[in-house]
Protein backbone atom coordinates (compact mmCIF):
# COMPACT_ATOMS: atom_id res chain seq x y z
CA UNK A 1 0.00 0.00 0.00
CA UNK A 2 1.15 3.35 -0.86
CA UNK A 3 0.91 6.34 1.56
CA UNK A 4 1.66 9.20 -0.62
CA UNK A 5 -1.53 11.47 -0.67
CA UNK A 6 -3.67 11.45 -3.79
CA UNK A 7 -3.16 15.37 -4.31
CA UNK A 8 0.68 15.27 -3.51
CA UNK A 9 0.93 12.92 -6.41
CA UNK A 10 -0.90 14.80 -8.44
CA UNK A 11 0.56 17.85 -7.57
CA UNK A 12 3.82 16.37 -8.38
CA UNK A 13 2.99 14.64 -11.53
CA UNK A 14 1.61 17.79 -12.72
CA UNK A 15 4.84 19.46 -12.09
CA UNK A 16 6.77 16.57 -14.13
CA UNK A 17 4.43 17.38 -17.25
CA UNK A 18 5.00 20.69 -17.32
CA UNK A 19 8.55 19.61 -17.09
CA UNK A 20 8.11 17.52 -19.90
CA UNK A 21 6.00 20.15 -22.02
CA UNK A 22 8.99 22.57 -21.53
CA UNK A 23 11.18 19.89 -22.54
CA UNK A 24 9.25 19.70 -25.91
CA UNK A 25 9.23 23.55 -26.54
CA UNK A 26 12.96 23.84 -26.61
CA UNK A 27 13.65 20.17 -28.24
CA UNK A 28 13.54 22.03 -31.34
CA UNK A 29 16.90 23.59 -30.78
CA UNK A 30 19.06 20.57 -29.73
CA UNK A 31 21.22 18.71 -32.40
CA UNK A 32 18.59 15.61 -33.01
CA UNK A 33 14.80 17.31 -32.62
CA UNK A 34 12.74 14.73 -33.60
CA UNK A 35 14.13 12.31 -31.26
CA UNK A 36 13.88 14.89 -27.99
CA UNK A 37 10.25 15.62 -28.86
CA UNK A 38 9.00 11.78 -28.93
CA UNK A 39 11.18 11.54 -25.58
CA UNK A 40 9.06 14.79 -24.20
CA UNK A 41 6.08 13.23 -25.66
CA UNK A 42 6.30 9.81 -24.30
CA UNK A 43 7.23 11.31 -21.04
CA UNK A 44 4.44 14.50 -21.08
CA UNK A 45 1.37 11.41 -22.48
CA UNK A 46 2.48 8.89 -19.49
CA UNK A 47 2.25 11.53 -17.15
CA UNK A 48 -1.28 12.45 -18.40
CA UNK A 49 -2.21 9.33 -18.25
CA UNK A 50 -0.91 8.64 -14.79
CA UNK A 51 -2.94 11.52 -13.20
CA UNK A 52 -5.85 10.55 -14.81
CA UNK A 53 -5.27 7.01 -12.92
CA UNK A 54 -4.72 8.44 -10.03
CA UNK A 55 -7.20 10.97 -9.45
CA UNK A 56 -10.18 8.26 -11.04
CA UNK A 57 -8.92 4.78 -9.21
CA UNK A 58 -6.58 6.17 -6.95
CA UNK A 59 -2.66 5.97 -5.90
CA UNK A 60 -2.60 2.16 -5.34
CA UNK A 61 -4.44 1.68 -8.74
CA UNK A 62 -1.96 3.55 -10.39
CA UNK A 63 1.18 2.04 -8.56
CA UNK A 64 -0.19 -1.58 -10.12
CA UNK A 65 -0.69 0.07 -13.30
CA UNK A 66 2.89 1.45 -13.19
CA UNK A 67 4.95 -1.57 -12.71
CA UNK A 68 3.05 -3.50 -15.30
CA UNK A 69 3.32 -1.13 -17.58
CA UNK A 70 7.21 -0.82 -16.60
CA UNK A 71 7.33 -4.58 -16.94
CA UNK A 72 6.10 -4.26 -20.12
CA UNK A 73 8.52 -1.91 -22.01
CA UNK A 74 10.55 -3.52 -24.61
CA UNK A 75 14.43 -3.79 -24.05
CA UNK A 76 15.53 -3.30 -28.22
CA UNK A 77 13.76 -0.86 -30.11
CA UNK A 78 12.42 -1.26 -34.00
CA UNK A 79 13.26 2.18 -34.57
CA UNK A 80 14.50 5.58 -32.98
CA UNK A 81 11.02 6.77 -33.21
CA UNK A 82 10.40 4.12 -30.83
CA UNK A 83 13.37 4.17 -28.69
CA UNK A 84 12.76 8.38 -28.24
CA UNK A 85 9.17 7.29 -26.79
CA UNK A 86 9.67 4.18 -24.43
CA UNK A 87 12.71 6.25 -23.03
CA UNK A 88 10.31 9.15 -22.23
CA UNK A 89 7.81 6.36 -20.96
CA UNK A 90 10.42 4.27 -18.50
CA UNK A 91 11.54 7.97 -17.27
CA UNK A 92 7.59 9.10 -16.62
CA UNK A 93 7.77 5.74 -14.87
CA UNK A 94 10.49 5.87 -13.11
CA UNK A 95 9.85 9.46 -11.75
CA UNK A 96 6.35 8.29 -10.53
CA UNK A 97 8.08 5.37 -8.69
CA UNK A 98 10.15 8.43 -6.53
CA UNK A 99 7.41 10.40 -6.10
CA UNK A 100 5.85 7.63 -4.23
CA UNK A 101 8.83 6.99 -2.82
CA UNK A 102 9.81 3.56 -3.80
CA UNK A 103 12.18 1.96 -6.08
CA UNK A 104 11.54 1.29 -9.49
CA UNK A 105 10.70 -2.41 -10.16
CA UNK A 106 13.66 -4.39 -12.20
CA UNK A 107 12.34 -5.12 -15.06
CA UNK A 108 13.75 -8.41 -15.86
CA UNK A 109 12.48 -9.49 -12.14
CA UNK A 110 9.07 -8.32 -12.61
CA UNK A 111 8.39 -10.17 -16.40
CA UNK A 112 10.03 -12.64 -14.55
CA UNK A 113 7.28 -12.80 -11.49
CA UNK A 114 4.90 -11.83 -14.44
CA UNK A 115 5.41 -14.43 -16.51
CA UNK A 116 5.10 -17.19 -13.98
CA UNK A 117 1.90 -16.11 -12.66
CA UNK A 118 0.73 -16.69 -15.88
CA UNK A 119 1.62 -19.90 -16.17
Known amino acids: MIVVAKED ?21 T ?8 QAEGRRNEYGNLMELVNEQG ?17 TFADKDQEAEVIGTSQALEMFFTILGVQPPGRKEVKAKHSAAQL
Open 9 to 29: VLKGLKKFKRLAKQDLLVSNF
Open 31 to 38: ADPDFWVK
Open 59 to 75: VDHAYRYAVKKYAGLPF
